[in-house]
């Protein structure tokens, strides 16, 4: 992408979201879910107003969602059941946005969270099932995505493996400059988490360079 190519973003996330609420409740009942983030975008953005002159070939649609559904939801015995639900309402919301004329798409899975500074102490039990957990998650959305592609014409749509990243610099922290792999730092920089759940500013550019390079944003 040459340097003077204007990029219009939008983000419609919202902090702690969850997929759907009434599947996996967020933390403060404000938090608006993917349901309500996909409602909002049909209220605002779906008409193409003239601050928004989005266009199906010229449009990428990012989805990266699923580590509060995980993190809130790994423990319960309900999850082979709970996971699959929580997906199912995933890409009913992408179908939503298909219909709403999205061709283009990006799925970020969920990191390691396992990882974490914050779930470093829990107990073997803990930090197996949690693992398991979100490969359950990941793997869903390898498979429903080859699904959606197949069953929508002109859809193009990938499941991104940011998981992968995550564990390749936490294994490798000197390497991206933190004295190791625990280590949390409110500058972002410091250390590779911003704080003991939040990845700093290495995990993020290592995920916007990823989706840059998959998607062909740098061309």
Known sequence: MSSNTQLLSYNLASGGA?????????FAPTVLSFVDQVNLFNATLA????YAPWTAADTLFGVWIGVNDVGNAWYKAEWPTLSVQIID??????????NLGARKFVFLNVPPINRAPSNLGSDEWSQTTLKA????????????TALFNAANAGAQAQAIDIFTKFDLVLDNPTVYG?????CWNADGKTCLWWNDYHPGLVLQNGVADDVAVLTGLYL
């Open 47 to 50: 008409s193409k107003p003239s």
């Open 133 to 144: 957990a979100i490969q359950t998650y990941n793997n869903l959305i390898v498979a429903r």
């Open 18 to 26: 969850t997929t759907d609420a009434n599947l996996v409740t967020p």
């Open 89 to 98: 309402q995933y890409f009913n919301q992408v179908q939503r946005l298909y």
């Open 178 to 182: 933190a004295a190791n792999s625990s």
